[in-house]
C-alpha cells in the first residue's frame, strides 16, 4: 500500500489538506469463530501504520504471554479488548476499529461468529456499506457462513467481500479456493440479494493480498483487500432519491425563529422546494437551510441541518420532512422482518414500544407469518420468536407513522422494539410494505382546513356527545338543545341512535360486538362532521368508558363535550317511554342496558345533568351556558 | 431570519457554501470530518429531545472542546440548552481552570464546576495517596456525587473508541446503574442511528458523541474550525521535574520537591492534560496545530502513554469504568 507517510514530515499542511479529503467508508467482518477476524483487522491496523510503538511493545509481551500464534504477533490480541474474551479466546461483543489510508477513513465493525451473538452482527451490519465474510479455506462454507450472508444482506448491505482466509494452510490451493467461490456464490444467488460478490484468497496471518498481491496466489489476479476497499464505488450522496428528514428537535429559543433539527436521511433539498409534513400532510415550502451560523444553498443525505419554513405550522419531534412531490408513505400497519435480539422471547400479542428515527408509536406483534430457518432459509412455521431468530410478521401501531420500505431506505424503513418493563432493546425490525387497511394512502394534502370551514360558519366544531341510560332523556334535550344553538345561527347536526340504525348502521344488531361497531362508526361520522366544522350532537346509550374515551381520543381536547344524562334506574323504568324496559325484565331484550347489561358511569363528564332537578329546556340553557362560559360556541 | 447570523464565519467544512455548484459533486461520499460532525450533532439532538436533565461533562482538554464546539452548532442560534460540568480535582494546571472560565464567560456557558468536599476535607493529595487513589476519590467519586446531586439523567463525555481496547466495545447512548457500574455484558445492541434511551429506575446514561473520531480528527477538526484549546498544548519554556522518566510540570508549591530536585526550564508541551502531577510533558518545538499534529503523527507513542492511571494494571481502565470512571 502506498501511504501518504512521507508527507508528514515534509509538508504537513498537505498531508493535512489530503487527509481532510478523505471519505469515509464502514464495513463489518464477519464470519465462523476462528475465521480468523480480529487476525484479519489486527493485520489491516498493522499494515496502515495505526500503531504506534507502546501498542507494539505491549502486542509482542502479550503475544509471548497467552498468544496462540508459537512465533510472530498475534494480532487478534490487538483487538480483542475486553479481559473476559481475551481469555476465552474469543470475541464476545461488537466493536469499532478505526484506520485510514491515502483515500479513505475507515470504520470497522468487528463483530462476533457465535450463535448465541448474531443480535451483535445485525449491529454492525446496519451502519456498514462493505461487509467481509471470512471463510476458513480448510472447513469451507459453513451453517455461521451462511447466516451471516443472509443477515448482512437482509439489513441492505449491497456489497460482499469473501475473503477466503487461512490459504495458507492449505498450500494455497487454487482448487479449493474456487471450489468455495462456486459453493459461495451459487448460494448468493439463490438466496440474497447482493449487487456485488467480490472474492479474495488471502492469509490474514501473514499477510496474503492483504495490501499487497501475493506471490503465493500468482494464479489470482484480482484486487487485494485494501485495493478493494479503497476503490469500491459506493452509493454516496443520490441526490436523485426523494427528500427525507425525521425532525429530531424544534430549535426556538425566541418567537422570531423556529427551526426543525435533524439529519437528512435521503435526498437533497434547497431553499424554495416545496415539502410536506408527516403524519399529517400539511404542505409547506423551505425558506431556509442552517448548518451552525450559516446559510446553504443546498444540503444532502447525511448532513444534520436545521430547516426554517415558509408557513407557521405545527411541527415536533416524531414529524418527518418529505418532499412534497414523492412524499413517503403513512400508515399504522405493516408487514415486517423482525430480528430478535433478547434472551426472552417475543411473545405475538404483546405490547412493545416502537422506535423508527424519532418516531415512538406503541407496538403490537401480530401473529407470526413464517420464521425463517437462517441455516437452511426456509420458512417454517412459528408460534414466538427467540434471540437469534427471524421471523416475518404483521405489526400494529397505535398511530400513523411515516415511513418508507427498508429496502429504499433504511432510516425511514429500520424499527427497533423496546420491552416496556426491562427498557432493552429486544428486536429490530425492517418494514416491508403498508397492510391493505391502510395501505399507501397518501394523505390528500388538505388546503382548506377544519379551522378554515369553522371560520366561515364563526363556530366551533365539536361534538356533543350525551349518554345515559334508555329513556334518560338524551334525545329531548338534545332536540332542544340543537333548536336553541340553531337560532343563535349556529349550523349543528344530531346524531340519534334511531336514525342511525335505520340507515348507515342498518346492518348491526344489538350483539356486544354490534355495539361496539355502531359507536365507532358514530364516533368516525361524528369525527367528519367536526372536520367539516359543525357542531355535531349525538344521543346514544354509549354505556362503556372505554368506548366513550376513544370517541374523545379522534377529535381535539376542546371538542368533545361529554354530556352525563343522569337519570336513575327507577325513574327511567318509570318513564319507560319506548316500553323497553317491560321488555327486558319479561326476559325478551338480553343484553339490555341498566337490566342485563351494565352502564359505567362516566368518571369525568364536561356537563352532568340530573333530569330529577331540572326540565329538559333548563338542561339544555346549562349546556348552552357552559359553552358559552368555555368560548366554545 | 435571524439577523444577528454571522455569515463572515466561514467554515472550512462546509460542504455547499453558498455559490458552489453541486452538480460536481455528484455520488460522492461525504467527507469523513463531515460525517463524524453531522453524527455527533446528530447524537446531541437526540439527547436533548429526549432526556429530562442532560448535562455535558467538560474536562478542559481538547475532546472536550471539539465537544463543546460541536454542541454549539447543534443548536445554533438557542443557547445551549443544558449546563456544562467540570469535577474539579483541584490538581488541575492552573491554565486550566483559566481557559475554562473564559471559554465559560465568552460562550454564555452555564458552568456547574463540582469539587468532592469529602476528598478535600481528606485531604485527597496525589503525592501522597497515589494517583490510584486520589482519581478514584476527586474524579470518580466526584462524578458520581455530582450527578446524584443535580439528578442528572444524560451526561454528555467526550471519550473516543480509539483511545483504549475496552472503549471500542462501549456504545454510543452507555447505562450506568443506580451505583454508577458499566456492565459491558449487557450493553444494549445500537442499530443504524437509532439510540434506545429508556432508562430503568435510577439508572443514568453516558452518552459520546465523539465515539468514531480518532486524535488525528480531533486535531484535524480543532486546526481546521479553529477551536480554541488550552495553550498548555502548545510548546512553551516551562518549569519541570524529572520523576521516574516523566516530566512534570511545578505548577504551584503543592508540587513537594524531593531531595536534590531542582525545577529546570524545558520547551515542552502536553499531550494530554488532566492533574498536573499525573499528567508528562513531552519535550517539543511545536506551537502551531500543524506542528503538534505532525508531531503527533511522528511520533511513537500512543496518547494515553503520557496518563499514568493506564498503568496500574492490565485492563485497568475497563475495571474503572465498570466502576465508574469515565
Same mark, same amino acid.
Given at each position: 500500500m502506498v501511504y501518504i507517510d512521507d508527507l508528514i514530515a515534509e509538508d504537513i499542511e498537505l498531508y493535512l489538506k489530503k487527509h481532510e479529503e478523505k471519505e469515509m467508508l464502514r464495513f463489518i467482518t464477519c464470519g465462523s469463530v476462528d475465521d480468523g477476524k480480529s487476525t484479519l483487522i489486527g493485520r489491516m491496523l498493522y499494515e496502515s501504520h495505526m500503531l504506534y510503538d507502546d501498542h507494539l511493545s505491549t502486542l509482542k509481551k502479550d503475544s509471548k504471554q497467552i498468544g496462540t500464534q508459537e512465533t510472530g504477533l498475534d494480532f487478534a490480541l490487538l483487538v480483542d479488548g475486553l479481559s473476559a474474551e481475551r481469555e476465552q479466546g474469543i470475541t464476545i461483543d461488537v466493536a469499532y476499529r478505526f484506520f485510514s489510508t491515502d483515500k479513505r477513513k475507515y470504520i470497522v465493525a468487528d463483530t462476533p461468529g457465535h450463535e448465541e451473538y448474531t443480535r451483535n452482527m445485525a449491529t454492525g451490519s446496519s451502519t456498514a456499506d462493505v461487509a467481509i465474510i471470512l471463510v476458513d479455506a480448510r472447513n469451507g462454507i459453513m451453517t455461521q457462513t451462511r447466516r451471516h450472508s443472509f443477515i448482512v444482506s437482509m439489513l441492505g448491505v449491497k456489497k460482499i467481500i469473501l475473503a477466503v482466509n487461512k490459504l495458507d494452510l492449505v498450500n494455497y490451493s487454487k482448487q479449493i479456493y474456487h471450489e468455495i467461490v462456486e459453493e459461495y456464490t451459487t448460494f448468493a444467488k439463490n438466496a440474497l440479494e447482493i449487487e456485488e460478490i467480490t472474492s479474495i484468497p488471502i492469509s490474514a496471518l501473514l499477510g496474503d493480498n492483504i495490501t499487497s498481491s501475493s506471490d503465493n496466489t500468482t494464479w489470482y489476479t484480482g484486487p487485494t483487500i485494501m485495493e478493494y476497499l479503497e476503490t469500491v464505488k459506493l452509493e454516496g450522496k443520490n441526490f436523485s432519491n426523494p427528500f427525507r428528514m425525521p425532525v429530531q428537535w424544534v430549535n426556538r429559543p425566541n418567537l422570531d425563529f423556529r427551526g426543525y433539527c435533524g439529519m437528512i436521511a435521503s435526498g437533497k433539498i434547497e431553499p424554495g422546494d416545496k415539502i410536506r409534513i408527516l403524519p399529517g400532510g400539511k404542505n409547506s415550502t423551505v425558506k431556509s437551510i442552517l448548518f451552525d451560523n450559516k446559510e446553504l444553498e443546498i444540503a444532502t443525505s447525511g448532513q444534520s441541518v436545521t430547516i426554517i419554513l415558509e408557513d407557521e405550522i405545527d411541527v415536533s419531534r416524531g414529524n418527518m420532512i418529505v418532499s412534497a412531490e414523492n412524499p413517503s408513505g403513512e400508515a399504522d400497519q405493516f408487514q415486517a422482518h423482525i430480528l430478535w435480539l433478547s434472551d426472552d422471547a417475543m411473545i405475538p400479542g404483546r405490547q412493545y414500544i416502537f422506535k423508527s428515527n424519532s418516531q415512538i408509536a406503541s407496538l403490537n406483534l401480530g401473529k407470526l407469518k413464517y420464521q425463517i430457518n437462517v441455516n437452511s432459509l426456509n420458512h417454517v412455521p412459528a408460534k414466538d420468536l427467540k434471540l437469534n431468530q427471524i421471523a416475518v410478521c404483521n405489526i400494529s401501531l397505535d398511530k400513523r407513522i411515516a415511513f418508507d420500505p427498508y429496502k429504499e431506505n433504511k432510516t425511514t424503513g429500520g424499527f427497533i422494539i423496546i420491552d416496556k418493563i426491562t427498557n432493552h432493546t429486544v428486536g429490530m425490525g425492517l418494514i416491508d410494505f403498508a397492510l391493505?387497511? !391502510?395501505?399507501?394512502?397518501?394523505?390528500?394534502?388538505?388546503?382548506?382546513?377544519k379551522e378554515q370551514r369553522a371560520l366561515q360558519k364563526s363556530q366551533s366544531p365539536k361534538i356533543i356527545w350525551f349518554t345515559g341510560?334508555?329513556? !334518560?332523556g338524551k334525545s329531548s334535550i338534545a332536540n332542544i338543545l340543537e333548536k336553541k344553538l340553531h337560532s343563535m345561527g349556529r349550523h349543528t347536526i344530531i346524531l340519534d341512535g334511531d336514525n342511525i340504525r335505520h340507515g348507515l348502521n342498518k346492518d348491526l344488531g344489538f350483539t356486544e360486538a354490534d355495539r361496539v361497531e355502531n359507536i365507532r362508526r358514530v364516533g368516525e361520522v361524528a369525527r367528519l362532521m367536526v372536520e367539516s366544522g359543525l357542531i355535531c350532537i349525538t344521543a346514544f346509550i354509549s354505556p362503556f368508558e372505554s368506548e366513550r374515551r376513544m370517541i374523545r381520543s379522534l377529535v381535539s381536547e376542546k371538542e368533545f363535550i361529554e354530556v352525563y344524562v343522569d337519570t336513575p334506574l327507577e325513574i327511567c323504568e318509570e318513564r319507560d317511554v319506548k316500553g323497553l324496559y317491560a321488555k327486558a325484565r319479561a326476559g325478551q331484550l338480553p343484553n339490555f342496558t341498566g337490566i342485563s347489561s351494565p352502564f359505567e358511569e362516566p368518571e369525568n363528564p364536561e356537563i352532568r345533568i340530573d333530569t330529577t332537578k331540572i326540565s329538559p329546556e333548563a338542561a339544555a340553557d346549562t349546556i348552552i351556558q357552559f359553552l358559552t362560559k368555555n368560548h366554545l360556541t | 431570519m435571524d439577523k444577528r447570523l454571522d455569515l463572515s464565519k466561514q467554515s472550512q467544512l462546509n460542504i455547499f457554501p453558498v455559490g458552489v455548484k453541486y452538480t460536481t459533486m455528484y455520488a460522492k461520499l461525504m467527507k469523513h470530518l463531515e460525517a463524524l460532525e453531522a453524527e455527533a450533532i446528530h447524537i446531541m439532538r437526540e439527547v436533548v429531545a429526549e432526556a429530562e436533565n442532560p448535562v455535558m461533562l467538560y474536562s478542559i482538554g481538547k475532546d472536550s472542546s471539539v465537544m463543546l464546539h460541536l454542541a454549539m452548532k447543534a443548536f445554533y442560534p438557542a443557547k445551549l440548552p443544558f449546563p456544562i460540568m467540570h469535577i474539579d480535582t483541584t490538581w488541575k494546571f492552573s491554565e486550566m481552570i483559566d481557559f475554562r472560565d473564559r471559554t465559560a464567560e465568552k460562550l454564555g456557558l452555564d458552568l456547574i464546576v463540582h469539587i468532592n468536599k469529602k476528598g478535600q476535607e481528606m485531604d485527597i493529595n496525589p503525592f501522597i495517596h497515589g494517583s490510584a487513589k486520589h482519581t478514584d476519590i476527586m474524579k470518580t467519586e466526584g462524578l458520581k456525587q455530582a450527578i446524584d446531586k443535580y439528578q442528572f439523567d444524560v451526561a454528555f463525555g467526550g471519550a473516543r473508541?480509539?483511545?483504549e481496547k475496552s472503549r471500542a466495545k462501549e456504545r454510543i447512548f452507555s447505562f450506568r446503574s443506580a451505583q454508577h457500574r458499566w456492565d459491558p455484558k449487557k450493553q444494549r445492541p445500537e442499530l443504524w442511528n437509532i439510540y434506545n434511551s429508556f432508562k430503568n429506575k435510577g439508572e443514568t446514561i453516558r452518552v459520546f458523541p465523539?465515539?468514531?473520531?480518532?486524535e488525528l480528527d480531533i486535531w484535524q477538526y480543532i486546526h481546521l474550525e479553529k477551536i480554541p484549546i488550552v495553550p498548555l498544548y502548545f510548546s512553551k519554556e516551562r518549569p519541570v521535574v524529572e520523576r521516574n522518566g516523566a516530566l512534570i510540570l511545578v505548577d504551584d508549591d503543592r508540587l513537594p520537591l524531593e531531595k536534590g530536585e531542582k525545577p529546570m526550564m524545558k520547551r515542552v508541551r502536553f499531550r494530554t492534560l488532566g492533574c498536573y502531577p499525573l499528567s508528562g510533558a513531552v519535550e517539543s518545538q511545536a506551537n502551531t496545530l500543524p506542528e503538534i499534529i505532525q508531531e503527533m503523527l511522528l511520533t511513537t507513542t500512543s496518547e494515553r502513554q503520557g496518563r499514568t492511571i493506564d498503568f496500574d494494571s492490565k485492563s485497568s481502565m475497563e475495571k474503572k469504568k465498570q466502576e465508574g470512571y469515565f
Open positions: 391493505r387497511r !391502510s395501505d399507501n394512502i397518501h394523505w390528500q394534502s388538505i388546503d382548506i382546513t341510560l334508555s329513556g !334518560s | 473508541r480509539d483511545e465523539l465515539s468514531n473520531w480518532t
